[in-house]
Structure formats: structure tokens, C-alpha cells
């Protein structure tokens, strides 16, 4: 069972337009984070995991002001099931989305991420 999902999520990191793979907003995407389950302890925590972000991997997530806590330097995101995501837990995409790649150039004044 173990090898038919790694095989699977393989063939769909393969096959998959890239406009859908593309499109987690996790800095390890979904697949990813399952291929690694199940590589690591089996079919059931590939299950596990798959559920987990399933629930999680959704449209409506919104950042979190943590300013009124005295944070302006902290970006969360509040995931649609509740859940809360650092900065360092997003992808590139999501991280752009917000200016927060932009952010991060100027702070290193190199013109490129750190």
C-alpha cells in the first residue's frame, strides 16, 4: 500500500499542470508532505497527513494583525479550518501575495531574498 501512494503522488507531481500544483500555499506542498509520510512511516500516516491538509488547504485564509499584540515583525495566517501558519511554514506564492518577499529584499538591501 506504501508504494502504490508514492507511486501515485509521483505520477500526479508528473502529470499535474503546473497552474494546479503550484497553487498550496504551504512551503512544502501537500504532495510533498505526503510523499514524505509515506516514505517515512507508511500508507497511514500518508493518510494522516493527506487528511490534515485537505482540511486545512482551502480558499479563505487571511492574515492575522498581530500588531495589537505588540508584534508588528510576526505574519500569521489563519487557515480556513483555524488553523495558524507562520511566515516561515508558506510558500512563495502566498508570501508575495502579502508583500512579504518584497519586505524581505529590502530589509537585506541586496535586491534578492536572504
Not at 17 to 30: D, G, M, Q, V, W
Amino acid at each position: 500500500m506504501k508504494y502504490l501512494i508514492i507511486w501515485a503522488i509521483l505520477l500526479y507531481q508528473r502529470v499535474a499542470p503546473t497552474s494546479l500544483r503550484e497553487r498550496c500555499i504551504f512551503k512544502l506542498s501537500c504532495s510533498n508532505y505526503v510523499l514524505e509520510g509515506a516514505r517515512q512511516k507508511g500508507a497511514f500516516e500518508a493518510v494522516r497527513r493527506l487528511g490534515v491538509r485537505v482540511r486545512s488547504c482551502r480558499p479563505g485564509y487571511a492574515p492575522i494583525d498581530t500588531g495589537v499584540a505588540g508584534h508588528d515583525d510576526l505574519f500569521l495566517l489563519r487557515l480556513c479550518d483555524g488553523s495558524v501558519l507562520e511566515e516561515a511554514d508558506l510558500s512563495d506564492r502566498i508570501r508575495e501575495e502579502f508583500g512579504l518577499l518584497q519586505q524581505l529584499d529590502t530589509d537585506c538591501g541586496t535586491g534578492r531574498s536572504c
